[in-house]
């Protein structure tokens, strides 16, 4: 299994222009999260999805979208990228299948994002 | 909302032991997660607690006292690859997601 990765590793937006961030998890997860990680700070959640078709918002969703039309994939969407979405962008899954239990979150590798 | 307090930087010998303190308030606890993640790396699950006491999984062991608020990871017979970052996670409420605090920098020099 490669678990969760991400496309690309690194990438430099000028203000205003639009990207997609690729996420892809083969273990048959039901949920997926996005988080973003500034210098110094912890990962806050932008969005997560608990399904195929089903996706909500975290702590900072502003600027940001998403879709889930597969269990696999659950691209993130920049529209119109600003200085502050320069971040490193972390993808991660869990089961989904404890009945609401907490569980483990296995990470992708990570986006680096650079808007100039 | 959750409030996850973590010391900002450590540092230590290598071959020392060296324990990460993490403090959070919340309502409704669930469970509290210890990530590690290295310079440039994704976070890799280390630990887990939902019930009081003391977790031991080789040379790390994560301990909780939800009376308290308290967690701490203990890393024994440190070792120069330890250096890192630890991060303290929180789930609480009803939400299964874990909220994560800002991470503890640990260093550990020869």
């Known amino acids: 299994n490669a678990g969760v990765t991400q496309t690309p590793k690194f990438r430099i937006l000028k203000i205003g222009q639009s990207m997609t961030l690729q996420c892809t998890q083969d273990m048959n997860h039901n949920y997926m999260y996005w988080y973003r990680q500034d210098p110094g700070m912890g990962l806050k959640l932008i969005y997560y999805?608990?399904?195929?078709?089903?996706?909500d918002k975290g702590e900072v969703p502003n600027g940001y979208n998403v879709s889930r039309s597969t269990t696999e994939d659950f691209p993130l969407r920049l529209e119109l990228a600003a200085p502050s979405q320069t971040s490193v962008y972390f993808c991660?899954?869990?089961?989904?299948?404890?009945?609401?239990?907490?569980?483990?979150?296995?990470f992708g590798p990570g986006t680096r994002l650079l808007v100039l | 909302g959750q409030n996850i307090d973590q010391p900002t930087e450590m540092t230590a010998t290598e071959g020392a032991i060296v324990q990460i303190n993490c403090t959070y308030q919340t309502s409704g606890f669930n469970g509290l997660f210890w990530y590690q993640q290295h310079a440039g790396e994704a976070p890799t699950f280390l630990s887990y607690n939902v019930l009081d006491g003391l977790e031991e999984k080789g040379r790390f062991s994560s301990f909780l006292s939800r009376s308290k608020g308290y967690s701490y990871l203990l890393l024994k017979e440190l070792q120069m690859k330890d250096s890192a970052s630890y991060l303290c996670?929180?789930?609480?409420?009803?939400?299964?997601?874990?909220?994560f605090g800002r991470g503890t920098s640990l260093i550990v020099h020869p």
């Open positions: 991660a899954s869990s089961s989904g299948t404890s009945g609401g239990a907490v569980e483990t979150q296995y």
């Open positions: 999805s608990v399904g195929a078709g089903i996706t």
């Open positions: 996670a929180v789930s609480s409420g009803g939400s299964y997601i874990p909220t």
